[in-house]
């Protein structure tokens, strides 16, 4: 079954809690064992009372006579994942409560503070695919707060199995790279933060550079971690953007592809952080419109850099 | 009718004869026929003379000669008095009911629509302190650098596609006339470029502070320009509601006034500063509406902070970040750009310039 599939369960009290426990009964029995999210009620269900919320990703809805949903959802349990970095980054808590309380207002999550491990962590036995969503630590306008982007965040988390983690430097995203690449093939990674045509700042002192003179130049050997699939989105201003001279591969989009051998999506232009939406989900491609450019996402191509339009 | 009974009388010829005896003020009355004047030789001499004074200056209603039969035979002459001075006090005040009612309407939106009242003109006090590093009118036409960096060099950065794709001011435009050009305005508006820049900042403030309104994406915001101290704007009427949007972006735009690189060809800020944390970097946009005339501008963190320390509102008709000091005083007041332009004699010839990131049109 797809990873991202639901079993949806009509019996009355499937998902009841025995005892105060609300991890005793057959939803959860299902979700851990099956590794695949299930949705069943709490208590009893009259089968001609039951509704159809979205009938696109088949939610389906019922009421108690004191209005509270019935129907919840119940996540699969997985033991064999990376630890959480402890103390959690102020934004990595921050998208824990903005996931929470987005998953929290579609579908009714049984246990939201399962969350955090979901989110900051990658596990073995998950079976969705693996992502890898760094931000930068620098940001000073707060455009990197997780609340701009509540929505990208939570439909990667419930899509894919995600790691949302904060780094301070190169040798950070090295490290995450590297150890997300043990739990499993990464096919997607994710650089927010803020960028220039020739630079992402990760820190304020450590950087991203375009320009080979700077200290701040990286080899990105590290990338070599990710496997040949891999595609690179960075969520950063310009990086994609033509040069003085129009030149659409004098920039850092250009030379992070070249330099990984990865596809690399970049915006040619500023960003605001709360325009970013999702394209696509299943193979991730984000949009960002503006009344000049249309989309500001390119994609650049380490082979043909001809095709980088 | 005795003129009927004397025309047809035989004793016209008799009464011709006695012409040379009328009153001095029939003989050389030309309206009056021989007859009638015979007539009127039976009232006494100064009541013919008043009664003839009196036509001259009212129009007789029915005749001449009735008319003067009639004011010789009055028990005492009749005074001519105009409408004027017949009905002094009704005529006054009909005239000024009538002043008042045309002009008051008049009057009140000509005041609605000069700023005058708001942005105060006729107050403006040169001695005052327009900005914090260019102080004064006088520091302006002496200036040969900002901030330690010359004005050549500010300028050179400020070019379309050197730090910034749109520019600071225009491909063509003397970093120096843009300065003077907006100065003029704001002084003619009669406030400070300080004043300007900290209603903006406390605009500014409140509207970062807002989350983004699913229900209101417009995000109305009341402000009280009274709120700042020694507030000249909108006095009056102190609380004026806007829309705003204001955004963050993820990158950053470094500042044309910047001191640690003074070389304009080098623009390696890493052999400058310690950390990117340690420069002043902008990157966050405000677009800001008047929903009373819709007049808007878009207003960066950078052109707060340049509006208030050197009065410079940038410039270039592609740059959408530019701020026109006019329109500018047409959002905050509510006033339409023309009537502003028109107070301070400037052309209302200004069109903003198209800005791809405004959303509420």
Same mark, same amino acid.
């Given at each position: 079954?797809?990873?991202?599939?639901?079993?949806?369960?009509?019996?009355?009290?499937?998902?009841?809690?025995?005892?105060?426990?609300?991890?005793?009964?057959?939803?959860?029995?299902?979700?851990?064992?099956?590794?695949?999210?299930?949705?069943?009620?709490?208590?009893?269900?009259?089968?001609?009372?039951?509704?159809?919320?979205?009938?696109?990703?088949?939610?389906?809805?019922?009421?108690?006579?004191?209005?509270?949903?019935?129907?919840?959802?119940?996540?699969?349990?997985?033991?064999?994942?990376?630890?959480?970095?402890?103390?959690?980054?102020?934004?990595?808590?921050?998208?824990?409560?903005?996931?929470?309380?987005?998953?929290?207002?579609?579908?009714?999550?049984?246990?939201?503070?399962?969350?955090?491990?979901?989110?900051?962590?990658?596990?073995?036995?998950?079976?969705?695919?693996?992502?890898?969503?760094?931000?930068?630590?620098?940001?000073? $306008?707060?455009a =990197?707060?997780?609340?701009?982007k *509540? #929505?990208?965040?939570?439909?990667?988390?419930s899509?894919? +199995? &995600?790691?949302?983690?904060?780094?301070?430097?190169?040798?950070?995203?090295?490290?995450?790279?590297?150890?997300?690449?043990?739990?499993?093939?990464?096919?997607?990674?994710?650089?927010?933060?803020?960028?220039?045509i020739?630079?992402?700042?990760?820190?304020?002192?450590?950087?991203?550079?375009?320009?080979?003179?700077?200290?701040?130049?990286?080899?990105?050997s590290?990338?070599?971690?990710?496997?040949?699939?891999?595609?690179?989105?960075?969520?950063?201003?310009?990086?994609?953007?033509?040069?003085?001279?129009?030149?659409? $591969?004098d920039? =850092?989009?250009?030379?992070?592809? *070249? #330099?990984?051998?990865?596809?690399?999506?970049?915006?040619? +232009? &500023?960003?605001?952080?709360t325009?970013?939406?999702?394209?696509?989900?299943?193979?991730?491609?984000?949009?960002h419109?503006?009344?000049?450019?249309?989309?500001?996402?390119?994609?650049?191509?380490?082979?043909?850099?001809?095709?980088?339009? | 009718?005795?003129?009927?009974?004397?025309?047809?009388?035989?004793?016209?010829?008799?009464?011709?004869?006695?012409?040379?005896?009328f009153?001095?003020?029939?003989?050389?009355?030309?309206?009056?026929?021989?007859?009638?004047?015979?007539?009127?030789?039976?009232?006494?001499?100064e009541?013919v003379?008043?009664?003839?004074?009196?036509?001259?200056?009212?129009?007789?209603?029915?005749?001449l000669?009735?008319?003067?039969?009639?004011?010789?035979?009055?028990?005492?002459p009749?005074?001519?008095?105009?409408?004027?001075?017949?009905?002094?006090?009704?005529?006054?005040?009909?005239?000024?009911?009538?002043?008042?009612?045309?002009?008051?309407?008049?009057?009140?939106?000509?005041?609605?629509?000069?700023?005058?009242?708001?942005?105060?003109?006729?107050?403006?006090?040169?001695?005052?302190?327009?900005?914090?590093?260019?102080?004064?009118?006088?520091?302006?036409?002496?200036?040969?650098?900002?901030?330690?960096?010359?004005?050549?060099?500010?300028?050179?950065?400020?070019?379309?596609?050197?730090?910034a794709?749109?520019?600071?001011?225009?491909?063509?435009?003397?970093?120096?006339?843009?300065?003077?050009?907006?100065?003029?305005?704001?002084?003619?508006?009669?406030?400070?470029?300080?004043?300007?820049?900290d209603?903006?900042?406390?605009?500014?403030?409140i509207?970062s502070?807002?989350?983004?309104?699913?229900?209101?994406?417009?995000?109305?915001?009341?402000?009280?320009?009274?709120?700042?101290?020694?507030?000249?704007?909108?006095?009056?009427?102190?609380?004026?509601t806007?829309?705003?949007?204001?955004?963050?972006?993820?990158?950053?735009?470094?500042?044309?006034?910047?001191?640690?690189?003074?070389?304009?060809?080098?623009?390696?800020?890493?052999?400058?500063?310690?950390?990117?944390?340690?420069?002043?970097?902008?990157?966050?946009?405000?677009?800001?509406?008047?929903?009373?005339?819709?007049?808007?501008?878009?207003?960066?963190?950078?052109?707060?902070?340049?509006?208030?320390?050197?009065?410079?509102?940038?410039?270039?008709?592609?740059?959408?970040?530019?701020?026109?000091?006019?329109r500018?005083?047409?959002?905050?007041?509510?006033?339409?750009?023309?009537?502003?332009?028109?107070?301070?004699?400037?052309?209302?010839?200004?069109?903003?310039?198209?800005?791809?990131?405004?959303?509420?049109?």
């Open positions: 079954m797809d990873p991202n599939g639901k079993i949806t369960l009509y019996g009355s009290k499937t998902g009841e809690s025995v005892a105060g426990n609300s991890r005793d009964n057959i939803a959860q029995k299902i979700a851990t064992d099956s590794k695949i999210q299930v949705i069943a009620p709490i208590d009893h269900v009259s089968p001609s009372g039951i509704q159809l919320s979205d009938s696109a990703n088949f939610e389906i809805y019922q009421k108690n006579n004191s209005g509270d949903k019935l129907f919840k959802s119940f996540q699969p349990v997985f033991d064999k994942c990376t630890n959480i970095a402890n103390p959690l980054h102020p934004r990595e808590k921050e998208a824990i409560e903005v996931v929470k309380k987005e998953i929290t207002e579609n579908s009714q999550i049984i246990h939201p503070d399962d969350l955090e491990t979901y989110l900051l962590e990658m596990c073995h036995d998950n079976p969705k695919e693996k992502f890898l969503y760094l931000s930068m630590e620098s940001d000073w $306008n707060g =990197l707060k997780p609340e701009h *509540k #929505k990208v965040i939570e439909k990667i988390s899509h894919y +199995d &995600l790691k949302f983690k904060v780094v301070k430097s190169y040798n950070e995203i090295c490290k995450e790279i590297e150890q997300a690449a043990k739990i499993g093939e990464i096919v997607h990674l994710v650089i927010d933060g803020h960028g220039s020739g630079s992402i700042d990760i820190s304020g002192k450590d950087q991203m550079h375009l320009n080979p003179l700077s200290y701040n130049y990286k080899d990105y590290c990338f070599k971690n990710l496997s040949p699939s891999t595609k690179i989105t960075l969520l950063t201003c310009s990086t994609g953007k033509p040069n003085a001279h129009g030149n659409v $591969n920039n =850092l989009a250009n030379l992070i592809a *070249k #330099k990984t051998g990865k596809v690399v999506i970049s915006p040619i +232009d &500023l960003i605001k952080a325009e970013i939406k999702i394209e696509s989900i299943d193979d991730f491609y984000v949009f419109t503006d009344k000049k450019n249309g989309n500001l996402f390119k994609k650049f191509n380490p082979e043909r850099v001809d095709d980088n339009k | 009718m005795i003129i009927n009974d004397l025309n047809s009388s035989p004793i016209l010829n008799q009464i011709n004869l006695y012409e040379e005896s009153y001095p003020c029939l003989k050389k009355n030309n309206r009056l026929t021989l007859q009638e004047k015979a007539i009127l030789m039976k009232y006494p001499e009541r003379k008043k009664a003839i004074e009196y036509s001259l200056v009212q129009s007789p209603r029915t005749t000669m009735e008319q003067l039969t009639w004011h010789c035979s009055q028990p005492t009749t005074v001519y008095r105009s409408m004027w001075q017949e009905n002094k006090l009704e005529i006054i005040a009909t005239i000024a009911l009538s002043i008042v009612a045309i002009a008051l309407p008049v009057f009140f939106l000509r005041y609605l629509e000069s700023p005058h009242h708001s942005l105060l003109l006729d107050k403006a006090d040169p001695n005052r302190l327009m900005a914090t590093d260019i102080k004064s009118f006088n520091d302006l036409s002496n200036l040969k650098q900002l901030n330690g960096v010359n004005i050549s060099i500010i300028e050179n950065r400020a070019r379309p596609g050197e730090w794709n749109t520019g600071f001011i225009g491909k063509e435009d003397n970093l120096l006339d843009v300065l003077q050009k907006d100065w003029k305005t704001v002084g003619a508006l009669g406030t400070t470029h300080i004043e300007i820049a209603h903006l900042q406390a605009i500014w403030n509207s502070k807002l989350e983004e309104n699913k229900e209101n994406p417009k995000n109305l915001i009341t402000y009280d320009f009274n709120s700042i101290k020694g507030n000249t704007i909108n006095t009056g009427s102190s609380i004026k806007f829309y705003t949007d204001y955004s963050v972006t993820q990158g950053w735009q470094n500042d044309i006034f910047d001191s640690c690189i003074t070389d304009n060809l080098s623009e390696d800020f890493d052999k400058c500063y310690e950390s990117f944390n340690d420069r002043t970097v902008f990157g966050c946009d405000l677009h800001l509406t008047n929903p009373e005339n819709k007049e808007h501008i878009h207003v960066t963190d950078a052109i707060i902070q340049y509006i208030k320390k050197y009065g410079f509102y940038e410039s270039g008709e592609e740059n959408f970040y530019s701020i026109d000091p006019i500018l005083a047409s959002v905050f007041t509510g006033h339409r750009y023309c009537s502003i332009a028109k107070a301070i004699k400037q052309p209302c010839n200004s069109k903003a310039p198209n800005d791809p990131y405004y959303r509420l049109n």
